[in-house]
């Protein structure tokens, strides 16, 4: 299924957060019933207060519902160094895994973003998160605390602008944001600190040895460029 979301932003753009029971912790479990709406609010507020800055309107566009939660867990990501077959038969047993969990309705513009909540007790390394362009499937791996809450809307929306097609701007071996693209002012004089981390960059860098990874999505800005990549700039 090839969408192109990003190409006119004109339709609504359906975002389904289903929670999922990743471990057998009943803390973990209890969490996720805790769960309301309004913990995902920021979520559309952030991205139509971001693309208001790029002259565009997006109130009545991006719609973002809290699914009931589910106890199956997809197939584990496959680690980076995994070779391209690897990730194909991954993503296939993905879009299986979401078809057997009855999630699988093809209306147009329907994200599914999956929550792994995991007990940070359950002492499994949370892998990371993914956003599947093709598939509009995005996977956050989320350890099941309150304080988290927050960061887990940063990598949330992460991981949807990568399913909008935004590339990340981070390094990956050391999480370090890569000049100029992962800065919000990539033209500061001084380069830093850095008021806020680009949201494909992650972290603002503070110092010339030293950066923050942002834990709320007020700790973030959304670039010229990412725009671009999402298609809110032509
Ligand atoms: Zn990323």
Redesign the pocket.
């Known amino acids: 299924m090839q969408l192109s979301i990003a190409e006119d932003w004109s339709g609504v753009v359906t975002i389904k957060v289903i929670p999922v029971i990743a471990d057998d912790h009943l803390n973990t479990a209890k969490f996720v019933r805790s769960l309301r709406p309004k913990d995902f609010d920021e979520v559309s507020r952030y991205l139509v207060q971001s693309a208001k800055g790029y002259g565009l309107e997006l109130s009545n566009v991006i719609q973002v519902d809290l699914e009931a939660p589910i106890n199956s867990a997809p197939p584990s990501i496959p680690q980076a160094g995994n070779s391209r077959l690897d990730l194909i038969i991954w993503s296939l047993r993905l879009r299986w895994w979401a078809w057997n969990n009855q999630l699988s309705d093809h209306q147009d513009y329907h994200i599914r973003l999956f929550m792994l909540y995991q007990s940070p007790a359950s002492g499994v390394s949370l892998s990371h998160s993914t956003g599947l362009r093709n598939g509009l499937i995005g996977l956050i791996n989320a350890r099941a605390l309150r304080p988290n809450k927050r960061f887990h809307n940063v990598v949330l929306v ?2 949807l602008l ?1 399913i909008f097609g935004a590339t ?1 701007k981070y390094d990956i071996a050391t999480g370090r944001p890569i000049y100029p693209q992962g800065y919000v002012l990539p033209n500061a004089k001084p380069y830093w600190p850095q008021p806020h981390a680009e949201i ?1 960059g992650r972290a603002r860098q503070i110092s010339a040895d030293s950066f923050e990874v942002a834990e709320r999505l007020s700790q973030t800005r959304l670039s010229e460029l990412t725009a671009s990549e999402i298609g809110w700039l032509k």
């Open positions: 992460h991981e990568h990340d494909m």
